[in-house]
């Protein structure tokens, strides 16, 4: 496929597109004045194949180092960034997915998706001056532990789930919903125990003794008497207890072990999040370690979002707008971008709705114009971003009489 020349690089300069795959890349080496240097080829993945891309652009017979263009797929691409860059300071660019079919439209060549049009398009961006570099290491490490941390929690929701379906089956009707009876909360002390008991005992009631004993003191005379109640008006448990109750305390175990997991791995990320500029989102009212980090993971380098709008379009909160010959259509939020930097923000916006004064103020205006909760949330999101923007900008601690103060200045 013809390579367009194009005037952002020197003529003479070598550039290599890198499409990446799980086990080979391909890659392809050109220039402006010999046009494609060689066949493309496949090289491996592991640290040969880095070599002998090394040994192909030190016989390309181009002077000076190449600019290389990677495409970032997933973690596929990040080794061989990292090590490139090393090589190559300053010479790595990185391009998303959806870049490179828009070059390959550019080019013709939509339709015909192989790994040699991707290195062509690649090259293609690299030449019109275009990609980003790799993300700074210690972003990185952020981004990673945030990602770590969600699926952990989601881990622990699908368990907690599975947990009261157990004890559900073992116990019918002693963990009632909400709107039934007093719900049960696994993560608190009663609930605990009372699955504790369930395993114990297999779905059998125990004592009040056993109940309280089990609760290690945090549990109330009343509250064990009004759970150990509920328990002896259930119905008989199923034939296969004995087996049901040993799944169930080798479940709370895992639960148990996850809940720690989560708390080790939150210390870790307060670690990370001082070393990078999103430590000065800790100072908002209602925003700790967790909200801070997920938002700076996403976030960072902020110099990547010149306005604090294109921030607020990034995380796919600004309104949408489909417009053609008899066509007009509005969607509230175009949901475009990751929906983590999306939830992150929102959760930004509610923590400063419960804990600032300047945003509670802000939300109750909200509510007051009619707008429902989840609007009030997403219209206080767009405030929240600014704030943000300016803070990780600043890198100023936030200061709720100051900013009351020019909000009303500037009549917003």
């Given at each position: 496929?013809?390579?367009?020349?194009?005037?952002?690089?020197?003529?003479?300069?070598?550039?290599?597109?890198?499409?990446?795959?799980?086990?080979?890349?391909?890659?392809?080496?050109?220039?402006?004045?010999?046009?494609?240097?060689?066949?493309?080829?496949?090289?491996?993945?592991?640290?040969?194949?880095?070599?002998?891309?090394?040994?192909?652009?030190?016989?390309?017979?181009?002077?000076?180092?190449?600019?290389?263009?990677?495409?970032?797929?997933?973690?596929?691409?990040?080794?061989?960034?990292?090590?490139?860059?090393?090589?190559?300071?300053?010479?790595?660019?990185?391009?998303?997915?959806?870049?490179?079919?828009?070059?390959?439209?550019?080019?013709?060549?939509?339709?015909?998706?192989?790994?040699?049009?991707?290195?062509?398009?690649?090259?293609?961006?690299?030449?019109?001056?275009?990609?980003?570099?790799?993300?700074?290491?210690?972003?990185?490490?952020?981004?990673?532990?945030?990602?770590?941390?969600?699926?952990?929690?989601?881990?622990?929701?699908?368990?907690?789930?599975?947990?009261?379906?157990?004890?559900?089956?073992?116990?019918?009707?002693?963990?009632?919903?909400?709107?039934?009876?007093?719900?049960?909360?696994?993560?608190?002390?009663?609930?605990?125990?009372?699955?504790?008991?369930?395993?114990?005992?297999?779905?059998?009631?125990?004592?009040?003794?056993?109940?309280?004993?089990?609760?290690?003191?945090?549990?109330?005379?009343?509250?064990?008497?009004?759970?150990?109640?509920?328990?002896?008006?259930?119905?008989?448990?199923?034939?296969?207890?004995?087996?049901?109750?040993?799944?169930?305390?080798?479940?709370?175990?895992?639960?148990?072990?996850?809940?720690?997991?989560?708390?080790?791995?939150?210390?870790?990320?307060?670690?990370?999040?001082?070393?990078?500029?999103?430590?000065?989102?800790?100072?908002?009212?209602?925003?700790?370690?967790?909200?801070?980090?997920?938002?700076?993971?996403?976030?960072?380098?902020?110099?990547?979002?010149?306005?604090?709008?294109?921030?607020?379009?990034?995380?796919?909160?600004?309104?949408?707008?489909?417009?053609?010959?008899?066509?007009?259509?509005?969607?509230?939020?175009?949901?475009?971008?990751?929906?983590?930097?999306?939830?992150?923000?929102?959760?930004?916006?509610?923590?400063?709705?419960?804990?600032?004064?300047?945003?509670?103020?802000?939300?109750?205006?909200?509510?007051?114009?009619?707008?429902r909760p989840i609007e009030a949330r997403v219209a206080l999101a767009r405030h929240a971003c600014r704030l943000c923007h300016a803070l990780l900008q600043r890198q100023e601690p936030y200061d709720d009489q100051r900013y009351h103060q020019q909000r009303h200045q500037r009549g917003r």
């Amino acid at each position: 496929m013809p390579l367009v020349s194009l005037r952002e690089v020197p003529p003479q300069q070598l550039v290599v597109g890198i499409d990446v795959g799980k086990v080979r890349h391909r890659v392809l080496l050109a220039s402006g004045e010999c046009g494609v240097i060689g066949a493309p080829r496949s090289v491996s993945a592991l640290r040969d194949g880095l070599e002998e891309l090394v040994d192909l652009i030190a016989a390309s017979g181009c002077q000076g180092p190449p600019l290389i263009g990677i495409e970032a797929s997933g973690a596929l691409h990040a080794a061989w960034s990292r090590e490139l860059e090393d090589r190559y300071p300053g010479r790595v660019v990185l391009f998303a997915p959806s870049e490179t079919t828009a070059a390959r439209t550019q080019m013709g060549a939509r339709r015909f998706k192989s790994d040699d049009a991707d290195c062509a398009a690649l090259v293609w961006l690299v030449r019109q001056g275009g990609g980003r570099p790799p993300a700074d290491l210690a972003l990185e490490a952020l981004l990673a532990a945030v990602r770590h941390r969600d699926a952990l929690v989601d881990a622990r929701r699908r368990l907690r789930q599975q947990l009261h379906a157990q004890l559900h089956g073992l116990c019918p009707g002693l963990s009632a919903p909400a709107g039934q009876g007093r719900s049960l909360k696994l993560e608190t002390p009663t609930g605990r125990t009372v699955l504790a008991c369930a395993a114990a005992f297999s779905g059998r009631p125990p004592t009040l003794a056993s109940l309280i004993a089990r609760a290690g003191g945090r549990l109330r005379p009343a509250t064990a008497a009004y759970w150990l109640e509920r328990w002896r008006r259930l119905l008989a448990p199923p034939p296969d207890a004995d087996l049901r109750a040993q799944r169930l305390e080798r479940d709370l175990r895992r639960f148990d072990d996850l809940r720690a997991t989560i708390t080790e791995h939150e210390a870790v990320l307060g670690t990370l999040l001082e070393q990078s500029a999103g430590q000065v989102l800790t100072s908002l009212p209602g925003v700790g370690v967790v909200r801070a980090a997920a938002f700076a993971a996403h976030s960072l380098p902020i110099e990547r979002f010149a306005t604090a709008e294109r921030l607020y379009a990034a995380t796919g909160l600004a309104p949408a707008r489909y417009q053609s010959v008899k066509t007009d259509r509005r969607q509230p939020i175009s949901r475009q971008g990751l929906a983590d930097h999306r939830n992150a923000l929102m959760g930004i916006a509610w923590g400063l709705s419960r804990e600032a004064p300047a945003f509670r103020e802000r939300h109750t205006e909200l509510v007051a114009r009619g707008m429902r909760p989840i609007e009030a949330r997403v219209a206080l999101a767009r405030h929240a971003c600014r704030l943000c923007h300016a803070l990780l900008q600043r890198q100023e601690p936030y200061d709720d009489q100051r900013y009351h103060q020019q909000r009303h200045q500037r009549g917003r």
